[in-house]
């Protein structure tokens, strides 16, 4: 099992991101897909998450309107497009995939927001 996160980097404030996480080794299609970040000194957040035919998601209060999640279910990806970025954006992003007993996390993107 495998879950690669890519796309992030130094941004200014205001600025966007697009995050990706690529599935492997196991049924994407079948599990519940989020996004978590954890910023230095902070418990680990989750910022949004898409059910499985992507028809249902939520989101953190905090970055409602401005980030986007979604899925392609058929290239086992799932996307976290960021706009409008804000130095309290400034954590590292994980992709977790959870399904009935089975929770798999990958190894996090760093997104920095300073101007």
């Known amino acids: 099992v495998q879950l690669v996160e890519s796309g992030g980097g130094l941004v200014q404030p205001g600025g966007s991101l697009r995050l990706s996480c690529a599935a492997s080794g196991f049924t994407f299609g079948s599990y519940v897909m989020s996004w978590y970040r954890q910023a230095p000194g902070k418990e680990r957040e989750l910022v949004a998450d898409?059910?499985?035919?992507?028809?249902?998601?939520n989101y953190v209060d905090s970055v409602k309107g401005r980030f986007t999640i979604s899925r392609d279910n058929a290239k086992n990806t799932v996307f976290l497009q960021m706009n409008n970025l804000k130095p309290e954006d400034t954590a590292v992003y994980y992709c977790?995939?959870?399904?009935?007993?089975?929770?798999?996390w990958g190894q996090g993107t760093q997104v920095t927001v300073s101007s």
């Open positions: 898409i059910n499985i035919f992507g028809g249902s998601r």
């Open positions: 977790n995939a959870r399904a009935w007993s089975f929770d798999y």
